[in-house]
Nanobody, 123 residues
Framework: QLQLVGSGGGLVQPGGSLRLSCAAS????????IGWFRQAPGKEREGVSF????????NYADSVKSRFTMSRDNAKNTVYLQMNSLKPEDTAVYYC????????????????WGQGTQVTVSS
């Protein structure tokens, strides 16, 4: 069974850091495009970052560029989202998602979704 498990959320002060993890089972992440999405209360879900199949390219939303970094560990079949210089507006439930087509991930319609992990940035 194909499954994504997201973890690593928590409460952090403004300016702090968190690293989210997305572990896959049932398929090899290296063959898939991966995305991190987030949804804040009362707001639409938005794409945060995407990595292409095989990790050839990575893209970020303007709101997180230079603060967030997405990476893969193929040996662990896990994708990470390192979040630095966190701001209160980064508060949201974060989801990882995967599809064999990057276009589907970027469009917000990937086939596989992990459960969300709450990130709260507050003093």
């Amino acid at each position: 069974q194909l499954q994504l498990v997201g973890s690593g959320g928590g409460l952090v002060q403004p300016g702090g850091s968190l690293r989210l993890s997305c572990a896959a089972s049932g398929f090899t992440l290296d063959y898939a495009a991966i995305g991190w999405f987030r949804q804040a209360p009362g707001k639409e879900r938005e794409g945060v970052s995407f990595i292409s199949e095989g990790g050839g390219s990575t893209n970020y939303a303007d709101s997180v560029k230079s603060r967030f970094t997405m990476s893969r560990d193929n040996a662990k079949n896990t994708v990470y989202l390192q979040m630095n210089s966190l701001k209160p507006e980064d508060t949201a439930v974060y989801y990882c998602a995967a599809d064999y087509r990057l276009a589907a991930v970027v469009a917000g319609h990937p086939r596989y979704w992990g459960q969300g992990t709450q990130v709260t940035v507050s003093s």
